[in-house]
């Protein structure tokens, strides 16, 4: 898993043609990769679905990454890495749910 800093970092990117100021506790290299692992997946997804709206393609991705997590939780992968996943895929999905309210409004 990443290295925890000592303090928040606090990085911009884009993520599927929006800007976003994520922070968050571990390296900015490690944020920036989640960041783009997640760009690569709704990419993915949008291409799989190119008349879908965003908030379609990222519930999609949602969905996706839940059922990642899922399956590795049903492969017997310790609790506590599991809780961690879990808990960053939260915050992933935070991230998209603030990106969707902000098409919305």
Do not use: H, W
């Not at 291409?47 to 965003?54: C, G, I, R, V, Y």
């Not at 996706?64 to 506590?80: I, R």
């Amino acid at each position: 898993m990443a290295d925890s800093a000592s303090s928040p970092q606090r990085i911009t990117k884009q993520i599927f043609g929006e800007t976003y100021i994520i922070i968050g506790e571990a390296s900015p290299e490690y944020i920036s990769g989640i960041a783009e692992f997640v760009e690569d997946r709704l990419k993915e997804i949008a291409t799989s679905l190119p008349n879908a709206s965003k908030t379609k393609v990222a519930v999609l991705c949602a969905l996706n990454l839940a059922d990642e997590l899922f399956q590795m939780k049903e492969k017997g992968m310790p609790s506590e890495v599991t809780k961690e996943i879990e808990d960053r895929t939260k915050k992933i999905i935070s991230l998209l749910e603030e990106g969707i309210i902000g098409d919305i409004y």
